[in-house]
């Protein structure tokens, strides 16, 4: 690493921290932490003239490209742009995680950022630099291993939220006609009616069994100054689609493939199992004879997450007749890659899992 002589040639100092949703509730990678390290890194050798880029609630799996609709991380393209423009001598990081942890951002970064622009990256805790062969080839090592540890985090946590719903615990949020409610300390929580807006969602099931279109039900429950699920005045047929043809309000929960399994609420249900595939074969039969209620699903997480096998964005799809959501690999458009080994994902486990790391203390913040 630098010694304080030649730390003292340095000038500017960028200084880059970050930590994702998950990690801003672990002890040792906060904001802070990084911060105080850097700042007395910096102060030990008397350099006075840094500058921190902060991402907070990004993954290190994401780029610094701004180009395109590519999901990436601003601060970080600040400071290459910065690097670019010859504003920057200097790169420190508290680790070198916090700046990547795919193996390909990290060989990029090294030689279009730190080696075309003769900027070193230095990081304060495994004490190394760039400016050494020695040093970027433990950069390129250490990126190895937080990229398998990313991949493996990922399928970590798919596989314990599968098993949730295997084992009949409902993720995400809660729809219309529910709320969640907290049972005992460090156990799932579990789906409770909400009576006020339960008697209109029987209304709808019953309106629809008896014939009623989608956009009538619609307009009784505008008359009525009923509330969307997001809060708004105007209910879309999508929306009312997507709310009847939600097996929650069975008793159930769809895992795996599109099998359903019973959910925890099931002595709650608002109707039988048999009401529910009546309702999905009336919504089957007016799409194949035209018509134009078939729910758009939603898909809130469609573009902005990677495919941890493939690195490809992962896009919303439906499966099984448009009645199942998922997420699968997508290159973009013009161009072909191999076929992922990656099965499709369900949105419903993603984005549940997204939700719950939301809803941490600090979770939406940095």
Not at 41 to 48: I, K, N
Not at 198 to 221: N, P, T, Y
Request: with cysteine; net charge positive; glycine share 10%.
């Amino acid at each position: 690493m630098f010694s304080n002589g030649q730390a003292a040639e340095l000038g500017r100092i960028a200084a880059y921290t970050r930590v994702s949703t998950q990690e801003q509730a672990e002890e040792g990678v906060s904001l802070e932490t990084q911060r105080a390290r850097v700042e007395q890194w910096a102060h030990d050798r008397d350099l006075h003239q840094i500058e921190f880029y902060t991402d907070a609630g990004y993954s290190g799996a994401l780029g610094y490209n701004s180009s395109g609709k590519q999901k990436h991380r601003p601060e970080l393209a600040r400071l290459v742009a910065d690097v670019e423009a010859g504003r920057i001598d200097a790169i420190v990081v508290y680790r070198l995680d916090r700046i990547f942890r795919s193996p390909a951002i990290c060989v990029r970064f090294l030689d279009d950022v730190v080696l075309a622009h003769d900027v070193p990256l230095i990081s304060v805790v495994e004490g190394l630099d760039s400016s050494q062969p020695y040093g970027r080839m433990i950069m390129q090592l250490l990126s190895i291993v937080s990229g398998y540890y990313l991949d493996w985090l990922r399928e970590n946590v798919s596989d314990n939220l599968r098993k949730r719903m295997e084992d009949g615990h409902p993720m995400g949020i809660a729809p219309f006609g529910w709320r969640y409610e907290r049972t005992e300390e460090g156990q799932p929580r579990r789906l409770v009616r909400v009576p006020d807006q339960g008697r209109w969602l029987l209304l709808m099931k019953e309106m629809f069994l008896s014939g009623h279109s989608v956009a009538s039900i619609g307009r009784r429950l505008h008359e009525n100054a009923i509330r969307t699920p997001r809060g708004g005045e105007h209910w879309t047929q999508s929306v009312i689609a997507r709310l009847l043809r939600n097996p929650k309000h069975a008793g159930y929960l769809v895992v795996g493939d599109g099998h359903l399994v019973r959910a925890t609420h099931y002595e709650d249900r608002y109707w039988e199992l048999d009401d529910y595939h009546r309702i999905e074969e009336l919504f089957e039969a007016r799409i194949a004879m035209g018509g134009t209620t078939a729910a758009k699903p939603t898909y809130l997480l469609s573009g902005l997450i990677t495919c941890a096998h493939c690195g490809q964005r992962l896009c919303g799809h439906r499966h099984r007749g448009g009645i199942y959501r998922r997420y699968r690999c997508s290159p973009p458009p013009g161009r072909r890659t191999p076929h992922c080994s990656a099965n499709s994902k369900p949105a419903e486990v993603l984005e549940g899992y997204v939700i719950s790391m939301l809803r941490r203390p600090g979770g939406g913040t940095g």
